[in-house]
């Protein structure tokens, strides 16, 4: 399982240390945070005591209005449950309570300045990022007219080549060689770099190229959502796929199913075209329009007319 530290959060977010200084190296291990509101009245069925703890205005105002015996009730009976730690938002002073209630549990009390909602969604974020599940294929992944692609295919076979041409035309390359794919839900899989590939493209006969340097950083992405993965194959005598509308298909990528689409390679085709005429029809299907429809609607209302003259 992924993890990472509360040390890290609080670089990454710029988070104030109120307590537990010596404890930023217990570890986080799920995507989500949780505002304990139920909680401070008593109510713990379901309580994910895993998750970040994050209190807001309505949970500290509820907190400052309690006598002291009352207060030492209720968030006593959420410290012990020892959850990794706990974020006050908005700049929310008046802590010394919770500040000793963390001080006796060993539990880091963290503070941002940012409002909950906005502060809840960015941590969130950054959470399913950096620990969805992930595995590394062998490929390329480009993003073409804002569509996130999987170039795939065995070792020679031209990928890099063709990611080299499309780069060209102006799309931007994510990984070449290593592909990082990240399960961020059921159905969004991101495709991303392993750092050490960053901005590299590996050319056959040409070396290694540093993309955000030779075409400026327009020509690079961080990540990009996968909607398609692109095989190219060699082209084998009566196996060319010549029908109006192909049948679809999908690869599986850690339970996340991406439309899978075949690409033959015979000298004189225009590779990089087919890709980016690939990314555009899968486009305009997302938006409603099926080209292959179209066309046998015009055929069958010609087949009509006819049969009415």
């Known amino acids: 399982m992924k993890t990472i530290s509360i040390e890290k959060l609080v670089q990454e977010f710029s988070l104030e240390v109120l307590e537990g200084k010596d404890y930023l190296n217990r570890k986080i291990s799920q995507p989500r945070t949780h505002r304990p509101g139920l ?54 002073e008046g802590l010394m ?27 969130n974020n950054y959470l399913k990022n950096k620990l969805a599940p992930e595995i590394a294929i062998h490929g390329v992944c480009l993003n073409v007219y804002g569509v996130g692609i999987l170039l ?37 899989l991101l495709g991303t770099h392993n750092r050490t590939n960053k901005e590299f493209l590996a050319l056959r006969s040409i070396g290694l190229l540093n993309i955000a340097k030779i075409y400026g950083r327009k020509a690079f992405q961080e990540e990009t959502r996968i909607a398609l993965d692109i095989e190219l194959c060699r082209w084998e005598e009566n196996e060319l796929n010549n029908q109006l509308e192909p ?43 099926n080209a292959a429809e179209e066309f046998f609607e015009r055929i069958q209302k010609e087949l009509n007319d006819q049969e009415d003259e």
């Not at 065995?154 to 290593?178: F, P, W």
Request: glycine letters at 8%; charged letters at 25%; a positive charge.
């Open 39 to 92: 909680e401070f009245i008593g109510y713990f069925d379901y309580f994910p005591m895993e998750q970040i703890q994050i209190l807001g205005k309505k949970e500290i105002t509820y907190l400052h209005k309690l006598s002291d015996e009352e207060r030492r009730y209720h968030i006593g009976n959420v410290v012990k449950y020892h959850p990794p730690c706990f974020i006050v938002t908005a700049g929310q």
């Open 97 to 123: 309570y919770l500040k000793q209630f963390c001080k006796e549990e060993k539990i880091p009390l963290l503070r941002t300045n940012e409002k909950s909602s906005e502060f809840i969604d960015k941590l």
């Open 152 to 188: 795939r295919g065995k070792s020679g076979i031209g990928k890099s080549e063709t990611a080299h041409t499309l780069i060209g035309r102006g799309h931007r390359l994510v990984a070449d060689d290593i592909v990082v794919l990240k399960k961020i839900s059921s159905k969004t």
């Open 247 to 289: 049948e679809l298909t999908y690869t599986d990528y850690l339970g996340v199913k991406i439309p899978h689409i075949e690409i033959q390679l015979q000298p004189g085709r225009d590779v990089a075209g087919l890709v980016e005429a690939a990314c555009t029809n899968w486009y305009l299907f997302q938006q409603g329009y």
